[in-house]
């Protein structure tokens, strides 16, 4: 089993059962005879809180294809498609996970509720992309959110900070801090606060880097159940007439008119989709706009599948090109995460125990009984790091004039200057913006080195930011394909450089004191892993993603590499958007979740504004 998929498997613990659902299913045909103002293509995160938001007015018929069903237990990563790209990583395939069901990634992901810092915020906003910067978007943070105030248990063991003026209160997603958490843990916190990292904040408070706290989680603290797309935005708007969801059924393409309006744009009219139950296919017309909702993989698909991409690229799969616009696709960017693995005394209480199954059944019986234990258990530990933390200022000044001497010899675009200024601002020795995240988790990251009857903690090292891009795009004219996904991992030598060092700080934390102290053995690198290569050859063998792929639909301005405009219109036609994290410019900081909902609330109130009906 790989790295990541174990981890995630130990990790997804707080899931249980949604309630009883409404009768939402319509099927595929009786969807495509209705009379829909707009139609959201992919019911996932963004994609389910816009939908929900545009059916706040009674005036607008919205539809939603989702490709997926309405997992009502969601669990793990199990209902998730995983995609291969064999040419990143010494040739080593790394698996692209993402959630296919109403909800989207929210239904599988790690339950991370995070903000980056208010500076990255504001960077997309310089990027040419007015009414997207901290204080535009925080109301949007918060209108999706009903945060619970920490316990005082929670306050003073783990540091929950909580600053109620700038976290949601009314809003659908419940969020907390763990509840639960392993003894193993508090030390590694400790050793970062020695390192100067500051807690006792709010973890969605803007704040950049050099902090540590237990991360914001989707769960609400009442049932300790996830809080996700479905089960917290459409079930209680389940019973809307005018919002229709058809399950399992695929976007294929979005029909675009044959001519021209007057401004040189093409109207999207309606999407072709199939009933992956029983193939047949359908098209369903559209009176206002479509919204591609398909996350950062499939977004771009649906847009090229419709003739929307690089010319050259669309018509070698014999896809009619109908807009040519050769950024869809391109500037695909995504975090890379290294775990390590090591013994820590097995009177420690951790995940682990999920993997003896008297113990399992028990923990189950617990959590079904009182909603307590470790099946409730959440990351309890985050810290962003600046890079001057990690690496000495020489030694930053020299990557940097290699980067330099890498990046310029390419002779890059406008828009991938305006982006790499943006990024270099980072390797400045004094900068204090966030280029290095690591968390802790009490499992063993590594299935195949886990042993009964042990305890184990992970250290996760987690690059903020790669300067590399790489790019996804269709790989045949069947929309039904996988589209080729490839990652450029370490195009840039710092990229590896980062990576590098990150890892190894990673280890050097266990030596120091409280960790030194719990830490009995390395297990995984092992602990004769020394020089730079052995490292290198570790993180080659094990490294991957955690699942945030982004940034193939950019918004930019369209002559910096620009797929949509600020309001999320696809450039070349009037009412066609994008709402999804595939939207983002630059990866940030952080988890995307928290953002991905943003994006939808953002998109629903620009949409509304249009229509003149935002109040
Ligand atoms: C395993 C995992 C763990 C993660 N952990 C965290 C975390 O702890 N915290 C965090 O902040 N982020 C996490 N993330 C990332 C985060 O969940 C995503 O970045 C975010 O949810 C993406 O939202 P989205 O709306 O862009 O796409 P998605 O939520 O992925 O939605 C896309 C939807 O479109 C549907 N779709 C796609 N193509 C089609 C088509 N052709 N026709 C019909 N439907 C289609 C899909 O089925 C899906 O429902 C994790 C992701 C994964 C996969």
Redesign the pocket.
């Given at each position: 089993m790989r790295p990541s998929s174990s981890f995630?498997r130990s990790l997804v613990f707080a899931l249980a059962t949604v309630g009883a659902v409404n009768a939402i299913e319509v099927d595929a045909a009786t969807f495509a005879k209705q009379n829909f103002d707009f139609i959201v293509?992919?019911?996932?995160?963004?994609?389910t809180a816009l939908a929900v938001r545009l059916s706040e007015i009674s005036s607008f018929k919205v539809g939603v294809?989702?490709?997926?069903k309405y997992h009502k237990t969601p669990q793990g990563?199990n209902f998730?498609d995983v995609w291969n790209n064999p040419r990143n990583l010494a040739g080593r395939s790394i698996d692209i996970?993402?959630?296919?069901?109403l909800g989207?990634?929210?239904m599988?992901?790690?339950?991370?509720?995070?903000r980056a810092g208010k500076v990255e915020y504001d960077q997309i906003g310089h990027l040419g992309n007015p009414g997207w910067s901290w204080n535009e978007i925080t109301p949007y943070f918060m209108k999706a959110e009903n945060a619970s105030l920490p316990t005082k248990n929670e306050t003073e063991e783990i540091h929950a900070g909580y600053d109620p003026a700038i976290r949601g209160h009314r809003g659908p997603i419940q969020t907390s801090v763990t509840s639960w958490f392993s003894e193993a843990i508090p030390p590694f916190f400790d050793v970062l606060v020695r390192m100067g990292m500051q807690a006792d904040r709010d973890f969605n408070d803007g704040t950049d880097a050099n902090f540590v706290w237990p991360p914001i989680l989707a769960i609400d603290p009442d049932t300790e159940t996830r809080s996700y797309a479905a089960n917290s935005y459409y079930e209680p708007n389940a019973k809307r007439k005018n919002l229709v969801v058809l399950l399992q059924?695929?976007?294929l393409k979005v029909e675009l008119s044959d001519k021209k309006d007057k401004n040189g744009n093409l109207r999207a009219t309606g999407v072709t989709y199939q009933d992956m139950t029983t193939n047949k296919t359908y098209t369903v017309s559209v009176k206002k706009d479509v919204i591609v909702?398909?996350?950062?993989i499939?977004s771009p698909q649906?847009l090229e599948l419709s003739g929307i991409g690089n010319k050259t690229l669309l018509e070698s799969f014999g896809i009619k090109s109908r807009i040519d616009l050769p950024d869809v696709g391109e500037n695909y960017q995504d975090h890379l995460i290294s775990f390590q693995s090591f013994d820590v005394p097995n009177t420690m209480e951790t995940w682990d125990i999920l993997y003896d199954p008297e113990k399992n059944a028990s923990a189950y019986e617990e959590y079904m009984q009182n909603h307590t234990g470790v099946y409730t258990a959440g990351v309890s530990v985050i810290s962003y790091m600046s890079l001057n933390k990690v690496v000495d200022a020489a030694t930053l000044e020299n990557w940097t004039a290699e980067l330099d001497r890498e990046f310029f010899a390419r002779n890059p675009s406008p828009g991938r200057r305006l982006q790499y200024a943006i990024q270099r601002k980072r390797l400045d020795p004094h900068s204090n913006e966030a280029s290095i995240e690591f968390y802790a988790a009490p499992s063993n990251a590594y299935a195949e080195t886990r042993e009964r009857n042990k305890s184990y903690m992970q250290i996760a090292c987690i690059p903020s930011h790669q300067f590399s891009r790489g790019s996804i795009h269709v790989k045949s004219g069947n929309p039904l394909e996988h589209p080729a996904i490839d990652l450029n991992t370490f195009d840039f030598t710092i990229d590896k450089r980062i990576m590098l060092a990150g890892t190894r700080l990673g280890r050097n934390l266990t030596d120091k004191m409280p960790l030194k102290q719990i830490v009995v053995n390395d297990v995984k690198p092992p602990a004769n892993t020394d020089t730079d290569d052995e490292w290198n050859e570790f993180i080659a063998q094990t490294a991957s993603t955690?699942?945030?792929p982004c940034c193939t639909n950019s918004m930019l301005p369209r002559e910096f590499g620009g797929v949509v405009n600020p309001r999320l219109v696809v450039y070349g036609t009037s009412n066609l958007r994008v709402a999804?994290?595939s939207i983002l410019p630059m990866i940030l900081g952080t988890?995307?979740?928290?953002t991905?909902y943003a994006i939808g609330e953002r998109a629903a109130d620009f949409i509304k504004e249009d229509y003149g009906v935002l109040h």
């Open positions: 995630l293509c992919g019911g996932g995160t963004a994609g294809i989702e490709g997926g990563i998730a996970v993402r959630g296919k069901g989207g990634s929210s599988v992901n790690l339950m991370g509720f995070l059924s695929q976007v909702s398909g996350g950062g499939q649906m955690p699942f945030h999804d994290v988890h995307l979740m928290a991905a």
